[in-house]
């Protein structure tokens, strides 16, 4: 069997659910997954971006990331989302790219494909359970798989316990307040091995 297939989907304005998404490829690739790792478009006005010194860093700093294509999706047997919490829902750069996959959904390609989330917000009740949820109500509709985290390893306990995939605290100075990065390559192994899972029974 081929190995698995994996795309980490993110959207980070100043760098953490980047960070996330950079420990979940590691994760991933020691469990021999082929992993691209793409982010989705910025929506935001470059004024906006050029006010924030933080943002503006990060995005020049990852200009050569590339955009996620809808190509990628089809391409893709697991998919991991990385997002910050927007009023407890993803931000509206994800929604805005998930908005575009009807096509895809329309012709059953997006059945079957394992998916998990990460999140992180600026407080430890600050919607990144509820955001994770969010985008897991989407993934009913694509007929996914999800391959939340659950208490599969003594690790999600140490990276903050939320069952439903990782999350992290940002302070105010912009550094994680929880040693979440055993919990995100956990959770990228785990997904990768349901879709292992998932890709033999569905070539068997």
């Known amino acids: 069997m081929e190995n698995v297939k994996l795309a980490i989907i993110y959207y980070s304005s100043t760098g953490t659910n980047y960070q996330l998404a950079q420990w979940a490829k590691e994760g991933a690739e020691r469990t021999g997954a082929e992993v691209r790792v793409l982010k989705v478009p910025e929506l935001a006005p470059q004024a906006a971006i050029d006010s924030n010194p933080a943002w503006k860093a990060h995005v020049d700093a990852?200009?050569?990331?590339?955009?996620?294509?809808?190509?990628?999706?089809?391409?893709?047997?697991?998919?991991?989302?990385?997002?910050?919490?927007?009023?407890?829902?993803?931000?509206?750069?994800?929604?805005?790219?998930?908005?575009?996959?009807?096509?895809?959904?329309?012709?059953?390609?997006?059945?079957?494909?394992?998916?998990?989330a990460m999140s992180s917000a600026s407080n430890p009740h600050g919607g990144q359970e509820a955001t994770i949820l969010s985008l897991y109500t989407m993934m009913h509709h694509w007929g996914a798989i999800i391959a939340?985290?659950?208490?599969?390893?003594?690790?999600?306990?140490?990276?903050?316990?939320?069952?439903?995939?990782?999350?992290?605290?940002?302070?105010?100075?912009?550094?994680?307040?929880?040693?979440?990065?055993?919990?995100?390559?956990?959770?990228?192994?785990?997904?990768?091995?349901?879709?292992?899972?998932?890709?033999?029974?569905?070539?068997?």
């Open 148 to 204: 939340a985290p659950g208490y599969t390893d003594p690790v999600t306990f140490a990276s903050g316990g939320n069952p439903y995939g990782t999350s992290v605290t940002v302070g105010q100075d912009g550094k994680l307040l929880e040693d979440v990065q055993g919990g995100v390559k956990h959770q990228a192994k785990r997904t990768v091995n349901v879709a292992g899972w998932v890709k033999k029974g569905l070539e068997g």
């Open 62 to 116: 990852t200009q050569d990331v590339p955009e996620v294509q809808l190509s990628d999706l089809e391409w893709a047997d697991a998919i991991i989302f990385s997002v910050p919490s927007r009023f407890g829902v993803m931000p509206s750069q994800m929604k805005q790219f998930l908005d575009t996959t009807g096509g895809l959904w329309f012709q059953g390609k997006l059945m079957n494909k394992v998916v998990s």
